[in-house]
């Protein structure tokens, strides 16, 4: 496995951004989980919110918004994930607020947090702060309720788990994402701060766009030297026999999903298709 970028717990990324690290290491946060502070001061936005109840995060929140003197006007939430929405009632304490949560309502919320406290955001919205301007851009894929926000005065964005920093993303929906990636190429955005890992720069985005047609080839190649239908579980392990990941169950589990998706994808194209076991076949 690869090994990844040490990142600080609370570092300044740029005058505008501030990085809090989520303090949830492990196979699919990486380092943990992405927050950020947003703006020139002493007003920001906070952009996710970590995982429930981790105190270990809140206090680093704390510590940060004292040390900066800062006052966090607006919470923002990338999508439903437990480690992005699920600190948000203990953020709210640690920082002695009372604010609603920004995001698209998505009916996982309701596992994490109280969804009466939603402001709901909508595509092309604006969020500002005296010196810092966030644009919301709906950018499914990941998840269907996924936002990127882009920083207008740093052209920066901020692209929740679409990207990930020294790694591959994940997604529930494979044209979606890879729509949402041709978008963040329109965008052509100086850098990217990703929902895990170290921030990218806008290369990333061709990088990941080559990485999925890539693997999309080979899950297509494999398919086509069967002899008999096969399921998408056994190919999985075919096309990724000689990785790392399929010894780590977390990370299994996740490749499985993604040949599935791609599977649907070939179905779709006219590239393959389901035998009446659901089993998969060339056409």
Known sequence: MKILSELRDIERLSPL??????????????????????????????????????????????????????NVKSIVVTHWHSD????????????????????????????????????????????????????????????SDSISLLLREENALFCGDSILGESSGAFDNYIDYMNTLRFYKELKPEVIYTGHGIEEKSETIDTYIEHRAKREKIILEFLRKEKSPISSSDLTLKVYENEGIIHIPLLLLSAQEIVSLVLDKFEQDGAAHKDDNGNWMPN
């Open 17 to 70: 951004v501030i990085r809090i690290l989520g303090q949830n290491p492990g196979p699919k946060t990486l380092q943990g989980t992405n927050t950020y502070l947003v703006g020139k001061g002493p007003d920001v936005i906070l952009i996710d919110s970590g995982e429930p109840d981790n105190d270990k995060y809140c206090k680093l929140l704390k510590k940060a918004v004292n040390e900066y003197k800062l």
């Open 84 to 143: 992005h929405i699920g600190g948000y009632p203990s953020a709210l304490k640690s920082l002695n607020l009372s604010l609603p949560y920004r995001k698209i309502p998505h009916d996982m919320d309701q596992h994490f947090v109280d969804t009466s406290q939603c402001k709901p955001l909508t595509d092309k919205e604006e969020i500002s702060v005296p010196g810092a301007s966030l644009t919301v851009h709906h950018t499914p894929g990941h998840t």
